[in-house]
Nanobody
Framework: QVRLEESGGDLVQPGGSLRLFCEAS???????????MAWYRQVTGKQRELVAT???????NYADSVSGRFTISRDNAKNTMYLRMNRLKPEDTAIYYC?????????WGQGTQVTVSS
């Protein structure tokens, strides 16, 4: 099994920045051989949406709404994934979830709240 724990969510003013963290623990083989890791976000009453992905090879992909503002990265030595968020907008307000995909099995964290408001 894999456990994912997000942190770093906070209240921030529009135009500000935050960095989210996702620490993976548990099955080391699964953690080191994942297919993709990703950040998703969800607003109450709406579907969870994909924000950014990173493959084991380090290839990244972003939703159009965050491209150029957000950066996903991973530190293999620390089993930690990051999401650097710049130029935040009120519409970025959501619960952000960490995801790991391993041979068709999805693992999720509990989420961290990001609120962008003046």
């Amino acid at each position: 099994q894999v456990r994912l724990e997000e942190s770093g969510g906070d209240l921030v003013q529009p135009g500000g920045s935050l960095r989210l963290f996702c620490e993976a623990s548990g099955n080391t083989f699964m953690i080191n051989n994942f297919e993709t890791m990703a950040w998703y976000r969800q607003v109450t009453g709406k579907q969870r949406e994909l924000v950014a992905t990173v493959t084991r090879d380090g290839n990244t992909n972003y939703a159009d709404s965050v491209s150029g503002r957000f950066t996903i990265s991973r530190d293999n030595a620390k089993n930690t994934m990051y999401l650097r968020m710049n130029r935040l907008k009120p519409e970025d307000t959501a619960i952000y979830y960490c995801n790991l995909l391993y041979f068709g099995n999805n693992y999720w964290g509990q989420g961290t709240q990001v609120t962008v408001s003046s």
